[in-house]
């Protein structure tokens, strides 16, 4: 296994794009980006199969989508805070799957996870001025280091080991005395790591520094039981969950967060009068869909499945890619190392479309995120183009 260990990285302050008269200019959307590669892909006899973004094709558990239209809460304001039956199915499912006690008043609601991860920097800056850094994995979703930027902070890339988990261990003092809070997220996205998550929590309290552990994948744990940051306590830590992975209700826009009660005090408040709240009825499908567990253990399988046989599948390219840990996502080496070079390759020759992994920060470059969210249809048609090129007499692995 190479060395993975980030010793290199810019870990100084973000600088957001600035016109002439010092306004700021959002930089290209990460995915947008892929938009010659989804021309290209689209053109394949057959049409594309989009492996970039983890965008889930199947469907909702049907107790979800018979209580979206059926909740009767359409005409009121729902609570910001999220309803007393959501927080309840909320610490109903966290006992049940994780062997943790979470109490109603310990959760809130909040409208997507990305929403939440795009925003909280912004709510701890008014909470602690003094602190105006946000930590966040080298090798991460491009959201962390965003919400740090469109709070006016400090985005600090924590390098990461040889397996892809936080080395806490490189942090700068300074940085740390700076912190408003840590990211942490496992089964990490798009590396399918699993941290340490006691030992994170631990470096937290001990620095006085919010955890705040993105567990939107939890349910997708392959090495292991799965595992959430409040197993070590609530003191100083939020869990951060979404019903888009784990029930396939991402056009729903609706999660929640848990834990330390002063932390989730304070977010709830503020959030409330920003007016942030989740609609009635997504509130009362996703309810639905945390009391069902039996859902989400099929899901398992299915992703399972993929996961094997499109890695399979690329190594009829001479492409070795292996399981991960955690997650829907293969993460691997791009051939000759040249990360856009090879997805552009796979778009033109096969219609697939796959992420460059310096999407997910400068660490990632050299490497390739595939997202499993396609139906089985689409896995069969993979294993099909990559097989056809390699009984033509190509040269596997060469030609990409």
């Known amino acids: 296994m190479t060395d993975r260990r980030v010793t290199d990285l810019d870990v100084s ?24 590669m989804r021309k290209a892909a689209a053109a394949y006899e057959g049409g594309a199969i989009d492996l ?3 965008t889930p094709s199947d469907a909702p558990p049907p107790a979800a989508l018979s209580a979206l239209a059926n909740s009767g809460t359409e005409r009121g304001y729902p609570p910001s805070i999220g309803s007393t039956t959501l927080r309840q199915a909320a610490c109903g499912w966290m006992a049940r799957r994780f062997g943790v006690t979470v109490y109603p008043e310990q959760v809130a609601s909040c409208m997507g996870t990305k929403e939440f991860v795009a925003q909280s920097a912004g709510w701890l800056k008014l909470r602690d001025p003094r602190r105006d850094t946000v930590l966040y994995p080298a090798v991460s979703y491009p959201t962390y280091a965003m919400g740090a930027t ?6 600090v890339a924590v390098p990461v080991d040889t397996q892809w988990r936080l080395d806490l261990t490189q942090v700068d003092p300074a940085d740390v005395a700076r912190a408003l809070c840590l990211w942490v997220n496992t089964p990490a996205n798009p590396t399918g790591a ?6 994170v929590a631990a470096w937290g309290r001990s620095h006085g520094v919010p955890v705040l552990s993105d567990e939107c994948y939890i349910e997708f744990t392959w090495r292991g039981p799965p595992r959430t940051i409040l197993e070590s306590g609530c003191d100083g830590v939020l869990a951060l969950h979404s019903l888009s992975k784990r029930s396939n209700l991402a056009g729903l826009r609706v999660g929640f967060y848990a834990g ?13 009068h920003a007016g942030f709240m989740v609609a009635g009825p997504v509130q009362a499908a996703a309810s639905a869909a945390l009391d069902d567990d039996g859902h989400v253990d099929v899901q398992r399988r299915q992703y399972q499945h993929r996961l094997r046989v499109v890695a ?9 890619v292996v399981l991960p840990d955690g997650t829907f996502y293969l993460w691997f080496s791009a051939p000759g190392g040249d990360s856009w070079a090879f997805a552009a ?7 697939v479309l ?3 992994g310096d999407l997910y920060g400068p660490a990632g470059a050299g490497y390739v995120r595939a997202a499993m969210v396609i139906g089985d249809a689409a896995t069969e048609a993979i294993v099909r183009r990559f097989g056809r090129y390699s009984t033509t007499g190509g040269q596997p692995g060469r030609n990409i």
């Open 13 to 36: 302050a973000s600088k957001p794009s600035v016109t002439a008269v010092g306004g700021f200019v959002p930089p290209p959307y990460p995915y947008d980006r892929l938009d010659p």
């Open 52 to 54: 970039s973004i983890g």
């Open 150 to 155: 469109l709070a006016g902070c400090r985005a």
């Open 194 to 199: 699993l941290d340490d998550l006691a030992a």
């Open 260 to 272: 330390d009660p002063e932390l989730v005090s304070y977010l709830r408040e503020v959030r409330k």
């Open 312 to 320: 399979d599948a690329f190594g009829l390219l001479g492409t070795e």
């Open 345 to 351: 390759s796979l778009a033109e020759r096969y219609g």
């Open 354 to 356: 796959v992420a460059p």
